[in-house]
């Protein structure tokens, strides 16, 4: 983990789905800047930037980014946001709230990578995308959780409506819960304290590096999120690392949290067909994410990506090596049946 130049302004970027109470927060850090010099950046997905109307007063410069995502449309404009505060104003610290369908990676990525590595180009009239890399650098990535709403989210079967990738809410959650540096779980006293003990375990498996912060209203000290230097980008950019992590020898989850473990591995590859008729049936409803390879024997890899009630099965390219291809799940749930799931998969196994 490399060590930021001294020069070099933190960014510390808020995600969470919407309502999970980033605006909220953010305002709660906002009294507590004790005489910092902090710039905001607000994103919202449609038209009028509702959240930026609510954030409170600082005194430097809040900029509104709307009708877009600053993880894939609105990247180019991120940078140059972040460059005009950069050239204007003299800085301890930027804070920016993605909208609630913002990815994490792809936002922390615009400020550790060139514009050449992120494949950005400028719109027609724009100037050159500037190169941000030693000016700022990411502090935290903090990811804010409705406690109360995450599970009756996760288990939607639909997509998220106005998506252009067509995510489900499992999938989104997942993405924004793996990622983080801080997870704060606000709206405790609205959630059923089973909700909140499972929403626990998930944290301690899937991402057991994050610090998890408490939160009622949104309200915590500054000294918790800001100044932390918990981003790792090295570290971040491997997000199934949480699957590794499963692999080395501890105490077994299932002894150790209310959420328990299984991973299936085989060197034989699926049926498609069998798999798809197996699929059809449904996994086991206790299971609430699992994530792994599939080796349908046709050479290509397949990213299986479960969360919820949505599974997706993605092609991730070609096996470097057809003949060592494998297939390996991790599953994870409540009182996982290890034998009837090893089962379930074995019959869709080539003959």
Same mark, same amino acid.
């Given at each position: ?33 004790? %005489? ?13 930037? &509702? ?17 877009? /995502? &600053? ?6 404009? =991120?940078? !140059? ?25 792809? &936002?922390?990525?615009?400020? /550790? =990578?060139? +514009? ?10 724009? +100037?050159?995308?500037?190169?941000? =890399?030693?000016?700022? !650098? ?22 998220? +409506? ?19 540096? &801080? ?63 499963? @692999?080395?020898? !501890? ?10 473990? @299984? ?5 034989? +590859? ?10 059809? =049936? ?9 994530? %792994? ?12 990506? !479960? ?45």
């Amino acid at each position: 983990m490399s060590t930021p130049d001294s020069r070099s302004v933190p960014i510390t970027v808020l995600c969470g789905f919407l309502g999970a109470g980033k605006t909220t927060l953010l305002n709660h850090l906002l009294t507590q800047t004790n %005489g910092q010099r902090v710039a905001v950046i607000v994103n919202e997905f449609g038209d009028v930037n &509702i959240d930026a109307s609510l954030v409170v007063k600082t005194d430097e410069q809040t900029i509104e980014l709307s009708n877009g /995502c &600053i993880c894939c449309t609105l990247r180019g404009d =991120l940078l !140059h946001a972040v460059n005009d505060l950069l050239e204007t104003r003299d800085l301890d610290a930027i804070l920016i709230e993605s909208t609630g369908i913002g990815e994490p990676l792809p &936002i922390a990525q615009s400020f /550790c =990578l060139t +514009p050449e590595e992120l494949e950005i180009e400028p719109e027609e009239g724009q +100037p050159a995308i500037p190169n941000l =890399l030693g000016r700022v !650098h990411v502090d935290a990535m903090i990811t804010v959780v409705d406690s109360a709403q995450f599970f009756p989210l996760w288990n939607l079967q639909d997509t998220i +409506p106005g998506d252009d990738f067509e995510r489900g809410f499992g999938e989104l959650l997942a993405e924004q819960l793996e990622f983080a540096d &801080i997870v704060v779980l606000n709206k405790l006293d609205l959630a059923a304290p089973d909700d909140v003990r499972q929403l626990r375990d998930l944290i301690r498996i899937t991402n057991p590096r994050a610090r998890v912060l408490d939160a009622t209203r949104g309200v915590l000290p500054a000294t918790d999120l800001l100044n932390t230097g918990l981003f790792d980008f090295d570290h971040s950019s491997q997000l199934d690392a949480w699957m590794a992590e499963l @692999h080395k020898e !501890h105490t077994p989850e299932s002894e150790t949290y209310g959420l328990g473990t @299984h991973i299936f591995r085989s060197e034989r +590859p699926f049926d498609p067909d069998r798999l798809n008729e197996a699929l059809t =049936l449904g996994l086991p409803r206790n299971v609430i994410r699992s994530k %792994g390879w599939v080796n349908l024997g046709n050479g290509v890899a397949t990213l299986w990506n !479960h969360t919820g009630r949505q599974l997706a099965l993605e092609t991730a390219g070609e096996w470097l090596r057809p003949d060592e291809a494998f297939s390996e799940l991790v599953f994870i749930g409540h009182d996982l049946d290890p034998d009837a799931l090893d089962q379930l998969l074995s019959g869709a196994l080539s003959a």
